[in-house]
């Protein structure tokens, strides 16, 4: 709170105040310029902005003095097209931020206490002062001395811009308990500062409008329209007589001299979060807190007499700060943490309140999950004096500064790369080399070495491999002046011109095969162009011949002279067979001839070879025997009824052929009463029909009387049917 000394000093100001009021008041009724142009107040078209335009507004700012004022003269880039150019990351909340006249550097106040000056071009932290508490506001003063911070100690403190030292040192602004120091604004003139004073909750002393002297830090006066508990910021008019109040619910136009309310706004939302006054006067907008369902900005125009809203926004989430362009063409509003706006700046036109641009930091989920999501609220927006960039000061969950930049040449080609009131723009944006497009195909007018040029720059084409921007009727990427079949758009070129197109294409089986072939498979070879097998050999073929053994169902055409040819055009693991016999010379694959530089005819124990007796089983050789396991070579090459020896004696396995072996899993050299059995007498006998196995000299006993047959064996049957007789010692043919 003031001390009693100061509240009286107060009175006695503010009564000199009223009398030099009274003096010049009927001057001032006469002359009726209040902000002191030289123009009445009911010709000027900016009354509360001193401005020396007078072409097609009077009165009003005109910064290069061509007698357009700014508003319609203005460099506030029509599509911005807001770049991230630079972020600073923080882990405390940056609560504000405001340019220096200049542009070149911006101040910043956050949550650990600090306010900093930045180089806006390099980022740069210039230097810092330690306000020792939250920095809820900051300002820059219009003259470029001073910058000033709005403390959540109850205090304000204004420093010098060269040094940050402090010129008056703290300021206390207190007015009672429960309140809160939420803005800062200077006066045009740099000679007043406003602090806005709010309650820390919903108790406490109702907060008020403080100015504040620049020239000693004493207070000059302070306002509190209609008994308001609280406000939440303040902007000065551009002539520094009225101030906007932002409040609970309403906001206030008010004299800074009589403290006098001048308008009363009452139809904003619950909480004026923010309010900004722009460089022509001619408008006040307000941004909205939560109204339960939705908020809005509002936007409210001088029409002479009265502020009326020309229009309004109406936001998912609350809106926290609000700042004009220069020229006062358009205005950028930040936004809370939630919803489908959440952590979003937005730039309107202000007289129409079309969007033209907008820019957000991060928005994890889209914001959508209310309190717990992890967007961040832009508490802070800052304009630079050329337009050209716009800062954002960022908190919770998305901590830093925000550097913006309107990029409207991307590729520095000297075309916008949207209209800036020109009609011009650039139609490849991102192309330093092309920025015409006469036929509007896509393609630029300018000629190589620029990225693809037009050939075709005043017809509408869609070519793109040949060339650009010409006529392509089938759709096929090639020009019809250069395309070998301008109406298929499979096919463009025919390299070997065989009359099939360099593009391939088929359907593939199940198998394998290619079906429905279109295209040249050998756009390099004129004698093929089909691969059904799809083994990178053709399927036609030179031979004639060939036809005695070509299955009907093989696919190809004779040609003289072919070339890469498929003997087996259906086999994709075969294509040569050097020895003519047609099995397939690769060795991997199912049916590999054995013997593929030697023509044969086997076909069972491998394919290809010599099978001299023709019963599918190869000859022999040294690298190729015969086996007793019947998958080798023929055991028996020149007999065609035998081909397997499986106990290896020389007599077949095959039942059905020539002296099959009667014992095949068991060698023997038997080969009277059987073929291939054990004979141990060696008597050509097997030992099972042998009825003396140990005597080679016997193997029949007719009679059965165990005496040999053969006469001239040992022990010989004297009578070889008579079983009671085998000797006739005498000879006389008795017993």
Known sequence: MASDSTQASRRGLTLVALMVLVVFLPFATNAADSDGDGVEDSLDDCPWSSGTSTVDRDGCPDRDNDGTSDFNDGWAIGNPNFQNEFTTTSSSDYYAVDFSPDGEMIVTGSEDGFLRIWNVSTHINLRSANAGSDVNGVAWSPDGQYVAAAINDDTINMYYASNLTSVHGVISVDVGGGDQV??????????????????????????????????????????????????????????????????????????????????????????VNAIAWSPDGNYIIMCGGWEGSSASVDMYQFTGSSWTRIWQKTTSTSCASVDFSSDSTQVAVGMYWYQTDGNTAYVYQVDTGNQVDSVSGPRPGSCSSGNNNNCGTIYGVSWSPDNTRIVTAHGRNDEGVYYWFADIDEDNDGYNTTDQGDGIVDAFPSDGTQWDDSDGDGYGDNPAPALQPDECPSVFGNSTEDRYGCLDADGDGWSDLNDWAPANKEQWVDADNDGYGDNYLFDLATNLLHLNQRGDAFP?????????????????????????YRAPEWPGLIIVGAQNIDVFPLDRTQWRDTDGDWVGDEQMSDRPDGCPTIYGNSTYDRLGCV????????????????????????????????????????????????????????????????????????????????????????WIDTDGDNYGDNQSGNNPDAFPNDASQWRDQDGDGYG
């Open 611 to 698: 099978d001299t007796d023709g019963d599918g089983y190869s000859d022999p050789d040294a690298n190729w025997p015969a086996t007793t396991d019947c998958y080798g070579a023929d055991a028996f090459p020149n007999d065609a009824t035998q081909w397997c020896d499986e106990d290896n004696d020389g007599f077949g396995s095959n039942p059905e052929g020539n002296n099959p072996d009667d014992c095949p899993n068991q060698a023997g050299p038997s080969n009277q009463n059987e073929f291939g059995c054990p004979d141990r007498d060696g008597d050509g006998w097997s030992n099972s029909g042998d009825p003396f196995p140990d005597d080679g000299t016997q």
């Open 524 to 548: 390099d070879d004129a004698t093929q162009w089909n691969d059904t097998d799809g083994d990178s050999y053709g399927d036609n073929y030179e031979d004639a011949s060939w036809n005695s």
């Open 182 to 271: 939420n803005s800062i604004d200077f006066s045009p003139d740099s000679s007043l500062m406003a602090v806005a004073i709010g309650r820390s909750g919903n108790g406490g002393t109702n907060g008020e409008i403080t100015l504040i002297n620049t020239a000693d830090g004493t207070e000059f006066g302070n306002l509190n329209p209609n008994g308001e508990d609280r406000f939440y910021d303040v902007a000065f008019s551009p002539d520094g007589r009225h101030v906007a109040a932002a409040a609970n619910g309403d906001f206030f136009v008010v004299n800074v001299t009589t403290s006098a309310t001048a308008w009363s706004i009452s139809d904003p939302s619950d909480a």
